[in-house]
């Protein structure tokens, strides 16, 4: 088989279908999930056909398209939907799927593809495991893997609390994103691969310099686990320092982020797209990462903090355990009044030339969307043999 980024591609089959499932719909969203993310690197391997799943039913087939034409993903999308009699019988307008080159397709077309495979694998995470439990159940892959993130450890109850017990028990590999996920896991009896998330490091590198613009900037989406207090006392603080916000609002957000952005010194900046970050990253002289110190912010692994790195920028960052594995390539406090003073010293140092760029990028510099994917695929692998032949 052909090279995928830093190594081989594991041999898995002549020719397989990987069905991965989405995290957010495509028009809610402009940034890039490790889902989409890892559905790039699949996609350009020359054996594995890449299809994504979209959890989300209610995206309209136009507002699919839009976001999948801004995000310039490789990969065939497809609105996988219904996936029973019953659903289909309350659908007025029936399935609709289309790929990101815009070609329209019937579920006809669909299980063609799929019956047509030597192999069909199932990329399920555990942000939507019922609906990851119903794709499996309906077509018996060949193999699962299951990639679980910080939501299991703060799952009660319920169908989603069963979907996810089954789906440890019968994916062929179990993946964790953290060590607080990866004991979470083992509570349901499984071992998992301790596997964190993976960023694509040379683009970042590669982003033109520039003169700096913003003296604080968060980039993300603007959800409910940020410290939105630490941001605000940030910006009062530092009355003559720009704090730049970009990135996409989620609904739940909107009156505190309108609250903030009205602060003098913040600049919004809600509808960049992603291909515009590492760029707009250079423009900013401390990076920020604000989470609140929730139990699930306790077992991320945040995707920003790796690129804020990659990108050669400072970051200042609330204490969750990803940040304080970096040790001093991170300005750690808790939020509030401490959280203002590591931004502080991280500037002071920045301006001070104190701060040495390539230091952040070394640390980052293995962890790529390539090694993840290739470490999963062989963890399939090693399962399947173990389990022989189909």
């Given at each position: 088989m052909a090279e995928a980024g830093a190594g081989a591609v594991p041999a898995l089959c002549v020719m397989t279908v990987l069905l991965m499932v989405g995290l957010f719909p495509w028009s809610a969203y402009r940034v890039p999930t490790p889902m989409d993310q890892m559905a790039r690197v699949y996609s350009r391997w020359p054996d594995v056909a890449v299809y994504c799943v979209d959890p989300n039913w209610a995206v309209s087939p136009g507002e699919r398209w839009r976001q999948a034409t801004e995000g310039q993903s490789p990969a065939q999308c497809w609105r996988v939907w219904p996936l029973s009699a019953e659903e289909a019988s309350s659908t007025a307008?029936?399935?609709?799927?289309?790929?990101?080159?815009?070609r329209s397709a019937s579920p006809t077309e669909l299980l063609a593809a799929l019956d047509g495979a030597e192999r069909v694998v199932v990329g399920a995470h555990s942000f939507w495991p019922e609906v990851c439990r119903r794709l499996v159940e309906a077509l018996s892959p060949d193999a699962v893997y299951y990639d679980?993130?910080?939501?299991?450890?703060?799952?009660?109850?319920?169908?989603?609390?069963?979907?996810?017990?089954?789906?440890?028990?019968?994916?062929?590999?179990?993946?964790?994103?953290?060590?607080?996920?990866?004991?979470?896991?083992?509570?349901?009896?499984?071992?998992?691969?301790?596997?964190?998330?993976?960023?694509?490091?040379?683009?970042?590198?590669?982003?033109?310099?520039?003169?700096?613009?913003y003296g604080f900037g968060f980039v993300g989406a603007f959800y409910d686990w940020l410290d939105v207090p630490a941001l605000e006392a940030l910006a009062v603080a530092c009355p003559d320092e720009t704090l730049a916000l970009i990135g996409p609002v989620h609904e739940s957000m909107?009156?505190?982020?309108?609250?903030?952005?009205?602060?003098?010194?913040?600049?919004?900046?809600?509808?960049?797209?992603?291909?515009?970050?590492?760029?707009?990253?250079?423009?900013?002289?401390?990076?920020?990462?604000?989470?609140?110190?929730?139990?699930?912010?306790?077992?991320?692994?945040?995707?920003?903090?790796?690129?804020?790195?990659a990108a050669g920028r400072p970051v200042a960052s609330t204490r969750v355990p990803a940040a304080e594995a970096l040790g001093a390539l991170v300005y750690l406090a808790d939020g509030g009044a401490r959280f203002v003073a590591a931004a502080q010293a991280a500037l002071a140092d920045v301006r001070a030339g104190r701060f040495d760029p390539a230091a952040g990028r070394a640390a980052v510099a293995a962890r790529t969307w390539e090694m993840r994917c290739a470490t999963i695929w062989s963890a399939l692998a090693g399962r399947q043999d173990e389990a022989g032949p189909p």
């Amino acid at each position: 088989m052909a090279e995928a980024g830093a190594g081989a591609v594991p041999a898995l089959c002549v020719m397989t279908v990987l069905l991965m499932v989405g995290l957010f719909p495509w028009s809610a969203y402009r940034v890039p999930t490790p889902m989409d993310q890892m559905a790039r690197v699949y996609s350009r391997w020359p054996d594995v056909a890449v299809y994504c799943v979209d959890p989300n039913w209610a995206v309209s087939p136009g507002e699919r398209w839009r976001q999948a034409t801004e995000g310039q993903s490789p990969a065939q999308c497809w609105r996988v939907w219904p996936l029973s009699a019953e659903e289909a019988s309350s659908t007025a307008a029936g399935a609709v799927f289309l790929d990101v080159e815009g070609r329209s397709a019937s579920p006809t077309e669909l299980l063609a593809a799929l019956d047509g495979a030597e192999r069909v694998v199932v990329g399920a995470h555990s942000f939507w495991p019922e609906v990851c439990r119903r794709l499996v159940e309906a077509l018996s892959p060949d193999a699962v893997y299951y990639d679980c993130h910080e939501t299991v450890v703060t799952l009660a109850g319920g169908p989603a609390r069963a979907a996810h017990q089954w789906l440890v028990a019968h994916a062929d590999a179990v993946v964790a994103i953290s060590p607080a996920v990866a004991d979470a896991v083992r509570g349901f009896g499984r071992e998992p691969l301790l596997l964190g998330n993976g960023i694509d490091g040379e683009r970042f590198a590669a982003a033109r310099p520039a003169e700096p613009e913003y003296g604080f900037g968060f980039v993300g989406a603007f959800y409910d686990w940020l410290d939105v207090p630490a941001l605000e006392a940030l910006a009062v603080a530092c009355p003559d320092e720009t704090l730049a916000l970009i990135g996409p609002v989620h609904e739940s957000m909107g009156q505190a982020y309108e609250r903030l952005a009205a602060l003098p010194n913040v600049a919004a900046r809600p509808g960049v797209g992603y291909g515009e970050v590492p760029d707009l990253l250079q423009r900013i002289e401390v990076c920020l990462l604000p989470r609140r110190l929730t139990p699930d912010s306790m077992a991320c692994d945040p995707l920003k903090l790796y690129e804020y790195l990659a990108a050669g920028r400072p970051v200042a960052s609330t204490r969750v355990p990803a940040a304080e594995a970096l040790g001093a390539l991170v300005y750690l406090a808790d939020g509030g009044a401490r959280f203002v003073a590591a931004a502080q010293a991280a500037l002071a140092d920045v301006r001070a030339g104190r701060f040495d760029p390539a230091a952040g990028r070394a640390a980052v510099a293995a962890r790529t969307w390539e090694m993840r994917c290739a470490t999963i695929w062989s963890a399939l692998a090693g399962r399947q043999d173990e389990a022989g032949p189909p």
